[in-house]
């Protein structure tokens, strides 16, 4: 297999990585809410609002940071830089 095909293969893997990592950290940080608010009777429409927006930038952000973590990780540990080829390439020439 050449590079370009290694590196297709090695995105698509992140792909399904990134989006299994954004669904465990929605789903968990839903239950972190559920459980904390489950005791309050009455929890307001605007504090079930506030509840989805932080679950959704805090999903979205925590994805950022475990992706690139192990990512890193992955490229490192098996020494990908020589299998597959750069995404980007630096402007200069």
């Given at each position: 297999?050449?590079?370009?095909?290694?590196?297709?293969?090695?995105?698509?893997?992140?792909?399904?990585?990134?989006?299994?990592?954004?669904?465990?950290?929605?789903?968990?940080?839903?239950?972190?809410?559920?459980?904390?608010?489950?005791?309050?009777?009455?929890?307001?429409?605007?504090?079930?609002?506030?509840a989805v927006i932080v679950i959704l930038f805090g999903s979205i952000?925590?994805?950022?940071?475990?992706?690139?973590?192990?990512?890193?990780?992955?490229?490192?540990?098996?020494?990908?830089?020589?299998?597959?080829?750069?995404?980007?390439?630096?402007?200069?020439?």
């Amino acid at each position: 297999m050449n590079k370009k095909l290694n590196t297709v293969i090695f995105l698509l893997g992140a792909t399904v990585l990134n989006l299994l990592i954004l669904a465990t950290l929605a789903v968990l940080l839903g239950l972190l809410f559920g459980l904390a608010y489950r005791n309050i009777p009455e929890v307001s429409m605007a504090l079930s609002w506030i509840a989805v927006i932080v679950i959704l930038f805090g999903s979205i952000g925590g994805t950022f940071y475990f992706y690139s973590k192990i990512i890193k990780w992955i490229v490192k540990k098996w020494k990908l830089d020589d299998y597959i080829e750069p995404i980007f390439k630096s402007g200069r020439r």
